[in-house]
């Protein structure tokens, strides 16, 4: 007998042992380039009840649970809870924030094949290739975050708090100051469901102002804060 795990049964192992995996990772590019070998693979995954989660917009790809195996496995409190990663409602909130400041813009960007150094009228834009997530992903700074969000947020040590669950978890990547988009903010989220809630939400005015401020960086905004639904399960 042969123990020695197939192609589709090696990503999957990869993807169970480190969480996720870039999109250049060699086995996750055959798979998106290997019609049979993908099919595979979410054939294995169905049967333990998970799903191959990516999407185009972001350099990582994962693991969810399918639809069919949420209550079995959550149970009624995790389906009726706001995430299932045990975020407390003021580390959603700052997660939505951290979402709606750097996945908006980004994919903004790479729907209008625009880098963020390019004019604004640079004909042909949509013969480019899309960028990548990281070359267009916005970079926040945490003492602009701090000044503009930390009332609505807990203040300073609320917010270094669920900054360190959020970074834990991949959401968000940290270098000093700088926060930056981590390898699932734009993979368990889904835009579909929450861009809406935000652009025509409570958050509306403050993308507005700061898409203006992009020209003026030193100026911040504040705004209050509604957490949204987040189920990484049920992206």
């Known amino acids: 007998m042969n ?33 049979e070998l993908f099919a595979q693979v979410e054939q294995r995954l169905a ?5 191959w989660l990516d999407n185009i917009y972001a350099d ?25 990663l045990d975020l407390p409602r003021d580390a959603v909130a700052l997660l939505v924030v951290v979402w709606a400041l750097i996945v908006l813009p980004k994919r903004e960007r790479q729907t209008s ?19 990548s997530a990281r070359s267009v992903s916005p970079v926040l700074s945490y003492k602009t975050l701090l000044e503009d969000y930390g009332n609505q947020l807990g203040k300073k040590t609320r917010l270094d708090t669920n900054l360190k669950l959020l970074e834990r978890h991949g959401f968000i990547l940290r270098k000093q100051d700088d926060i930056a988009e ?35 960086p030193n100026h911040s905004a504040e705004a209050p804060l509604t ?8 992206p």
């Open 60 to 84: 990582h790809v994962c693991l969810s649970l399918l639809p069919a195996a949420q209550a079995s496995v959550l149970g009624e409190s995790g389906l009726n809870g706001n995430n299932n």
């Open 182 to 216: 981590g390898p699932l903010l734009d993979v368990l989220l889904n835009y579909d469901v929450l861009a809406p809630r935000i652009l025509d939400g409570a958050l509306t005015d403050v993308l507005a102002r700061e898409q203006v401020q992009q020209a003026q």
């Open 3 to 35: 123990d020695t795990p197939d192609d589709a049964g090696l990503l999957i192992a990869e993807l169970l042992s480190r969480k996720y995996l870039p999109r250049n990772h060699p086995r996750v590019r055959r798979a998106l380039s290997d019609a």
């Open 47 to 51: 049967q333990v009840g998970l799903r």
């Open 113 to 131: 094949r625009v880098e963020p150094e390019a004019p604004q009228n640079e004909m042909f834009a949509s013969s480019k290739a899309m960028p």
């Open 227 to 234: 957490p949204a639904h987040v189920s990484p399960s049920e």
